[in-house]
Structure formats: structure tokens, C-alpha cells
């Protein structure tokens, strides 16, 4: 069992930054694949970023050049470092957490950017 807990967001500025953070308890966390999703109202939930436990990243097309995604495995926490922010990234941030047949979501956290 894998427990995450997000932390980090909040109201914000268009243009400003935050630095969200995901912290797993429970498990290995090194061996997890990792993710940043997002839900905006009236939206499906997207994938923003993720990081495999090797370190490889991916992100959407919509943060790419803005957004970077981290991990530090000895402190157990994914970071999403948001640059840049725009009011069309206001949503709910979840964190994942994958690794074969398990699948971990924290509880999310708000960001809202203001124009």
C-alpha cells in the first residue's frame, strides 16, 4: 500500500510559480513510476507529467517549455515545478504513483491562476 500526499498549491498570478510536491509513504518509492494529473472543472483528467523510476520524463504538449517534473527518492517526493502559469492551468493536481499491476492517487491539491 502506497499513501501520497500533495502539497503546494494555491492562487497565483498569470506568469507566476509554484512548486507542487507529492510525498509516498508505505512503499519502495524508487521503483514507481510517477505522475502529475491534472482536472479542471467540467474536464476529464489529463496527464501533465510523469517520470519513470529511471528518470525519464514526459510531459504534455500544453506545459512543455514551462513545467518540469522531479523526484528525489531519498526523500520519497515527486516535485512540479510550474513556470509561467497561465489561467488555462487552473485545476485540481493529482499525484500517481504506478508500478506494474498497482496504481496510487494522493487526494489532490488546487491550484487557480488569476489573469
Known amino acids: 500500500q502506497v499513501q501520497l500526499v500533495e502539497s503546494g498549491g494555491g492562487l497565483v498570478q498569470a506568469g507566476g510559480s509554484l512548486r507542487l510536491s507529492c510525498v509516498a509513504s508505505g512503499s519502495i518509492f524508487s521503483i514507481y513510476a510517477m505522475g502529475w494529473y491534472r482536472q479542471a472543472p467540467g474536464k476529464q483528467r489529463e496527464l501533465v507529467a510523469a517520470?519513470?523510476?529511471?528518470?525519464?520524463?514526459n510531459y504534455a504538449d500544453s506545459v512543455k517549455g514551462r513545467f518540469t517534473i522531479s523526484r528525489d527518492n531519498a526523500k520519497n517526493t515527486v516535485y512540479l515545478q510550474m513556470n509561467s502559469l497561465k489561467p488555462e492551468d487552473t485545476a485540481v493536481y493529482y499525484c500517481?504513483?504506478?508500478?506494474?499491476?498497482?496504481?496510487?492517487w494522493g487526494q489532490g491539491t488546487q491550484v487557480t491562476v488569476s489573469s
Open positions: 500517481r504513483g504506478t508500478r506494474i499491476k498497482y496504481d496510487y
Open positions: 517520470i519513470t523510476s529511471g528518470g525519464s520524463t
